[in-house]
């Protein structure tokens, strides 16, 4: 077999990047789908006339883990992309030693075009990345909310005036511990065999 070049590998780890990239357009989509279904689920049993209290514990805790899931699968997808951002950058800058203006993935044609926060009309420098990061987060937030509120209408717990700040700040507070507990066990990537540049 022929021995793959430097110039083939960084295309190989373009094009990994970029299946990386195509491929968590569609898991988001999975998620968009399973927890507009389940908003939409929740909604009708609490509007309808039947009273289904074990209906909406189950949707409301469902929706919870399913957004859970989601801004995991956010933080996930972030991480991976920036070690290929950070070794594509690697490439071309310390193994093929490509001049910084001739760099492909790390140069602009000028930082300040189309970079206006206040203009309606004109572009930005904000990370689509991190925003899909903060609307899971929000969202994930928004169902912990829900159960937690159910929980304390049931049982009686609104007794002072600050329980809804109290159900927010318990819902915040559940999803970073969770997103602390969780992912140190199974949910981790397996890269314990993959070497470490530390670039």
Same mark, same amino acid.
């Given at each position: 077999?022929?021995?793959?070049?430097?110039?083939?590998?960084?295309?190989?780890?373009?094009?990994?990047?970029?299946?990386?990239?195509?491929?968590f357009?569609?898991?988001?989509?999975?998620?968009?789908?399973?927890?507009?279904?389940?908003?939409?689920?929740?909604?009708?049993?609490?509007?309808?006339?039947?009273?289904?209290?074990?209906?909406?514990?189950?949707?409301?805790?469902?929706?919870f883990?399913?957004?859970l899931?989601?801004?995991?699968s956010?933080?996930?997808?972030?991480?991976?992309?920036i070690?290929?951002?950070?070794?594509?950058?690697?490439?071309?800058?310390?193994?093929?030693?490509f001049?910084?203006?001739?760099?492909?993935? +790390?140069?602009f044609?000028n930082?300040?075009?189309?970079?206006?926060?206040?203009?309606?009309?004109?572009?930005?420098?904000?990370?689509t990345?991190?925003?899909?990061?903060?609307?899971?987060?929000?969202?994930?937030?928004?169902?912990g909310?829900?159960?937690?509120?159910?929980?304390?209408?049931?049982?009686?717990?609104?007794?002072?005036?600050?329980?809804?700040?109290?159900?927010?700040?318990?819902s915040?507070?559940s999803?970073?511990?969770l997103?602390?507990?969780?992912?140190?066990? +199974?949910?981790?990537?397996?890269?314990?065999?993959?070497?470490?540049?530390?670039?």
């Amino acid at each position: 077999m022929k021995e793959m070049t430097l110039e083939d590998r960084y295309k190989t780890l373009i094009e990994a990047r970029n299946f990386h990239y195509d491929n968590f357009n569609k898991w988001m989509t999975y998620f968009y789908v399973a927890i507009g279904a389940l908003f939409v689920g929740y909604c009708t049993i609490i509007s309808s006339d039947k009273s289904l209290p074990q209906v909406e514990y189950l949707l409301s805790i469902l929706g919870f883990i399913v957004s859970l899931l989601w801004y995991w699968s956010a933080k996930g997808y972030y991480y991976w992309n920036i070690n290929f951002i950070n070794l594509i950058n690697y490439y071309e800058e310390t193994l093929l030693k490509f001049d910084e203006k001739e760099r492909v993935y +790390f140069v602009f044609a000028n930082k300040e075009t189309q970079n206006n926060y206040f203009s309606p009309l004109s572009g930005a420098n904000i990370s689509t990345s991190k925003i899909a990061i903060l609307f899971s987060f929000i969202i994930s937030t928004v169902w912990g909310f829900i159960v937690i509120n159910k929980l304390f209408s049931d049982y009686s717990y609104n007794c002072c005036c600050f329980s809804t700040l109290l159900q927010v700040i318990i819902s915040l507070a559940s999803v970073l511990i969770l997103s602390y507990l969780i992912p140190v066990g +199974f949910l981790k990537s397996d890269n314990k065999r993959f070497y470490d540049l530390k670039l």
